[in-house]
């Protein structure tokens, strides 16, 4: 389709694969990042060429402004109301197709907007593909107010998980804090390994400077892994992933 040539296969794939399940009327939400920004374009080109009918709520405002661009139809979430499918790329994806988000500061648009639709498609490269979360460092959005005081709160929480002593670190861009879409901050917990996701989540939950945390639990319906050969595979939930070979492949 639209795409140039640069473009990585494996998210390539990953994003054919996925517009591939798009139908005519659909309403979709449409994520954020680099993976999902190939789909955007793989959409626009679709809709372009069968003129199908679409209504779009995107997960940040770069996805809007890249998708009304390219001539999607782009409105707020609370006009359409509920979404048939949302597809967007993650941090790390667990055999349970449990997620880290955040990677793009976005996770907070992204899992209401996930959550307000009938089945999340995630697509990534095999790269994101892990045993256990937790290598990439979980992002939090932190409201602005009390911002030192909710750190204090997360790293006692972090200890009484067995997982104190881990650095929980202010996003910036470039030497300043970084702002999301929401006006808040972001705290990015590099922790390694994350046992116990539920337990973690959990925790999180009940600390009121928090906002949202980047673990999106039960919630990927479909995982759709490119490959550099411009193959996929398809996992949906408890399938399982094998996720050395797909980890792996190509190295
Ligand atoms: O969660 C996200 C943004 O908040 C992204 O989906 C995630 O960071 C993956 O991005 P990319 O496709 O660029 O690797």
């Known amino acids: 389709m639209s795409q140039s040539l640069q473009t990585d296969p494996a998210k390539l794939a990953a994003a054919r694969a996925a517009v591939a399940l798009v139908a005519d009327g ?5 994520g954020t990042g680099s993976t999902a920004s190939v789909m955007v374009r793989e959409l626009a080109a679709r809709v372009a060429a069968e003129g199908l009918s679409l209504r ?6 770069a996805t809007a402004q890249l ?33 880290i988000k955040g990677g793009g500061a976005a996770h907070l ?3 209401i907007v996930a959550a307000a639709s009938d089945r999340m498609v995630v697509i990534a ?12 460092p979980l992002p939090v959005e932190v409201l602005q107010f009390g911002f030192e005081t909710t ?20 996003r910036l861009t470039g030497s300043d804090a970084l702002v999301t ?23 999180l939950q009940g600390i009121p400077g928090i906002v949202e945390h980047g673990l999106f639990l039960g919630m990927c319906d ?12 398809e996992l949906a939930r408890d399938d399982g992933i094998d996720a050395d070979m797909l980890a792996h492949e190509g190295d």
């Not at 490269?125 to 990439?136: I, Y």
């Open 125 to 136: 490269d095999p790269g994101k593909v892990v045993e256990v979360l937790g290598a990439f």
């Open 151 to 170: 750190r204090t709160l997360i790293r006692r929480a972090l200890e009484e998980l067995d997982l104190g002593g881990r650095d929980v670190l202010q």
């Open 109 to 111: 648009r992204e899992k």
């Open 67 to 99: 998708a009304e661009s390219l001539g999607l139809r782009v409105e707020g979430l609370d006009q359409i109301g509920w979404l048939d499918m949302t597809i967007d790329g993650a941090d790390e994806v667990d055999p349970h197709l449990h997620l």
């Open 222 to 233: 479909l995982a759709i892994i490119g490959r550099e050969d411009g193959s996929v595979v």
């Open 56 to 61: 779009c709520a995107a997960t940040s405002k």
């Open 26 to 30: 659909m309403r979709l939400g449409l």
């Open 181 to 203: 879409d929401e006006g808040n901050f972001i705290l990015d917990l590099h922790l390694g390994q994350i046992p116990d996701p539920v337990a973690l989540s959990r925790a």
